[in-house]
């Protein structure tokens, strides 16, 4: 199976900075098709996960712009370029290339200093 | 309004049976492959199984065949997961999630179902 490594596991942060999660497979991403199924998600306290990004860098419809996603083969970032308030929450990020076994990063807990 | 609701979760004996239902509405859901994932307390998420459209093909994570059935009823909109041989270990919260198109990934998530092995 696709490993899925994440850092930091933890990330507190200033309201209005910048933050950068990082997302590292086992194994090359690329599908045979040419795509790159890489996933981000978010889950805020209580709540079910949301999908953020979709195939590396493509923002799920209602995803504020602040969120990008960027990366190729096997290293892949998160960024939030302003963090908010309701950003809190754990971030995963989840293979999707190795079918069917897809599988999510351990997590990155995301809180306000 | 897209939605995903699970049912069925509860206390269960190791060793017992549960099966979690989830209903689906605001889309086609009959065109959609679907899955299971799930998440230990306080863990992290883990992928249980997929479903093809008409059931054709069906795949479960490791720690689960043999044991976990997943199926669907398009005529009712509802997908299921009949877990059977229950274990401590199983213990966790079931979220229903679709497969959005041509992403091999989940774009609706449900709100989910506490399932609790234990004696």
């Known amino acids: 199976d696709v490993v899925m490594t994440q850092s930091p596991l933890s990330l507190p942060v200033t309201l209005g900075q910048p933050a950068s999660i990082s997302c590292r497979s086992s194994?090359?991403?690329?599908?045979?098709?040419?795509?790159?199924?890489l996933n981000w998600f978010q889950q805020r306290p209580g709540q079910s996960p949301r999908r953020l990004i979709y195939?590396?860098?493509n923002r799920d419809s209602g995803v504020p712009d602040r969120f990008s996603g960027s990366g190729s083969g096997t290293d892949f970032t998160l960024k939030i370029s302003r963090v908010e308030a309701e950003d809190v929450g754990v971030y995963y990020c989840?293979?999707?290339?190795?079918?069917?076994?897809?599988?999510f990063g351990q997590g990155t807990k995301v809180e306000i200093k | 309004e897209v939605q995903l609701v699970e049912s069925g979760g509860g206390l269960v004996q190791p060793g017992g049976s549960l099966r979690l239902s989830c209903a689906a509405s605001?889309?086609?859901?009959?065109?959609?492959?679907m899955s299971w994932v799930r998440q230990a307390p306080g863990k992290g998420l883990e992928w249980v199984a997929n479903?093809?459209?008409?059931?054709?093909?069906?795949y479960y994570v490791d720690s689960v065949k043999g044991r976990f059935t997943i199926s669907r009823d398009n005529a009712k909109n509802s997908l299921y997961l009949q877990m059977n041989s229950l274990r401590a270990e199983d213990t966790a919260v079931f979220y229903c999630?679709?497969?959005?198109?041509?992403?091999?990934?989940?774009?609706?998530w449900g709100q989910g179902t506490m399932v609790t092995v234990s004696s």
């Open positions: 195939k590396v860098s």
């Open positions: 999630a679709r497969i959005g198109p041509g992403t091999r990934s989940f774009d609706i």
């Open positions: 194994q090359s991403l690329v599908h045979s098709d040419g795509n790159t199924y």
């Open positions: 989840m293979q999707g290339t190795q079918w069917p076994t897809w599988t």
């Open positions: 605001g889309f086609t859901f009959r065109n959609y492959w």
């Open positions: 479903i093809k459209q008409d059931e054709s093909e069906k």
